[in-house]
């Protein structure tokens, strides 16, 4: 028995802030990095009697993640107290949704192991984040920052769909996507915006009963994703082979060592003692609010991908690069809507010229200093034979650099190629006149001699011959 034998079910609960200005249920600021506790008052600091007050924005984007994940919106949804105790939450309980969250019964297509799978979700709730402790390396104080308390958080919470960590991590991506796209969310884990936890089981293969479920906490990389799921998975895998059982817990993440550990036996609902939140009224959907919202929703990363690959006739790899950014996915439709050549020759000068050129400076789409017509402009030149592939390149890079237009950088440079006949039969003439031997061995059937020609008319030419009529003069004149 190995792990080979067992299937693993994995459901995730994923924690995203909400990108609104302002705190959930007061009007303290939610931007990050500020000195701690500037952004506080008496609702987010949990003084008595201090009442809280829905913004509706939060409610405007729960609503854009819950129809973009094709959930159900309820008409009502409840809002409801999680009791629990520890510094960073001064008022002693969580304002959260328990029974009737705000969204249902959802799902999310991504590419599973055999083929496009979707995964269900189960519920989408609102609730407000707490504050952070911070503690001092010395060992002395800790001290107290509520900066991020209130701020909006929708949960996200998968049904147990998953079946290996790499198809976690690609949910996890995919849903990172969405929001993103969405506009509610700026998709880092690293920072905590975007948080995870996995709950992980496994079950011997052929089985239907799920195996008791562990959750991992402390998951802030794509990478460790994946690492955290398999770690467990041999875990318990190993457990149960050694006749022991598997217990409902919460697990902690060690990046370092690489594997989890336990934090402490896993709280259930009834710890929380949950009740309805009286300070809040249920939370009611107007008429059309639903309608009005899927109206605006942008197309979501998932069509935008079959539709790079149906209408631009896009490789899937290509067309999954261009659509993981959205602004660079529009650069591109904007590119081709001028240039009109070849998709592929774009999506090629997109993943190898732009993107390297990026990753080394500019790094976002909107940053970028030339505009679409220019770069349209320049595979133009490359298809009409002014500029060789090379020399576009420099062109490029410079065009990168300062925005300045093509046809202006490739003349500067002297890189652009004659479109003069005369000129090029003059060369061509003259290499002829210069390889009487060559010319022969051609006209013999030698056909090799002809790569050989256009080298030499291309060398007189330094460079500046057009391919395309430099051949077809050759051609001409050998009487071919
Ligand atoms: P809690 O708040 O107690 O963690 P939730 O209902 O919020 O409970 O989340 C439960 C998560 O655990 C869901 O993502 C669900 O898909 C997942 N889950 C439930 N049962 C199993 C199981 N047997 N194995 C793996 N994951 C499971
Ligand atoms: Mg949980
Ligand atoms: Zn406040």
């Known amino acids: 028995m190995s792990v080979a034998d067992f299937q693993p079910v994995i459901g995730l609960e994923v924690h995203a802030q909400l990108l609104t200005r302002s705190k959930i249920f007061c009007g303290c600021s939610t931007e990050f990095g500020a000195r701690p506790n500037a952004h506080t008052c008496a ?33 009502v949804s409840i809002w409801a107290r999680k009791n629990y105790f520890y510094p960073d939450l001064p008022k002693g309980y969580q304002i959260s949704q328990y029974d009737q969250p705000l969204c249902e019964h959802g799902g999310l297509e991504i590419d599973g192991e ?8 189960l519920r989408i709730h609102l609730e407000e984040d707490a504050g952070k402790n911070v503690h001092d390396p010395g060992g002395g104080d ?39 796209y969405l506009g509610v969310n700026d998709g880092n884990l690293e920072e905590g915006s975007f948080r995870c936890d996995a709950n992980v089981s496994v079950m011997r293969k052929g089985s239907t009963q799920y ?22 998975i041999g875990r318990q895998v190993e457990l149960i082979e050694s006749g022991g059982k598997v217990t409902l817990e919460t697990r902690l993440f060690d990046p370092v060592r690489g594997e989890t550990r336990s934090m402490r036996s896993k709280e259930e609902a009834h710890d929380y003692r949950y009740f309805p939140e009286p300070d809040l009224p249920p939370l009611r959907i107007p008429a059309g609010f639903v309608e009005r919202i899927e109206r605006e929703l ?11 690959t149906a209408s631009y006739g896009l490789p899937a790899y290509d067309a999954k690069i261009l659509v993981g950014d959205r602004p660079l996915a529009d650069l591109f439709e904007q590119v081709q809507a001028v240039y009109r050549g070849p998709a592929k020759k774009l ?10 050129l990026m990753k080394e400076e500019v790094r976002e789409v909107g940053a970028l200093r030339f505009s679409p017509a220019q770069f349209a402009a320049l595979l133009q030149m490359v298809d009409s034979g002014e500029l060789s592939n090379n020399a576009a390149k420099d062109v490029f890079a410079e065009m990168f650099r300062t925005g300045r237009d ?15 006949t005369g000129a090029v039969g003059a060369a061509v003439d003259a290499v002829l006149a210069a390889n009487p031997g060559e010319v022969e061995k051609y006209r013999a059937g030698k056909k090799q001699v002809f790569g050989f020609l256009v080298g030499q008319v291309m060398k007189a030419m330094k460079g500046k011959g057009n391919p395309a009529l430099v051949n077809a003069a050759l051609k001409t004149k050998l009487g071919d």
Not at 142 to 150: A, E, K, M, T
Not at 153 to 162: H, Q, R, T
Not at 213 to 230: G, T, W
């Open 298 to 308: 942008p197309e979501l990363p998932r069509a935008k991908l079959h539709r790079f």
């Open 347 to 356: 999506s090629n000068w997109f993943l190898g010229e732009l993107l390297r």
């Open 406 to 420: 093509p046809r202006e950088i490739a003349q500067e440079k002297g890189l652009l190629q004659t479109q003069d």
């Open 114 to 121: 055999d083929g496009p799978r979707r995964i269900r979700i």
């Open 211 to 232: 195996g008791t479920r562990v959750e991992l906490k402390n998951i802030n990389s794509f990478r460790f994703v994946q690492k955290a799921i398999d770690y467990e």
């Open 142 to 180: 800790s001290l107290v920052d509520l900066n991020r308390s209130g701020v909006p958080l929708v949960e996200i919470v998968s049904e147990p769909d998953l079946r290996s960590s790499s198809e976690a991590a690609e949910y996890l991506k995919a849903l990172r996507d969405v929001l993103v």
């Open 43 to 75: 609702v987010c600091l949990g003084m008595p009697g201090a009442l809280p007050v829905l913004n509706e924005k939060v409610v405007e984007y729960a609503v854009r993640v819950g129809r973009a994940l094709e959930c159900r919106i309820n008409p």
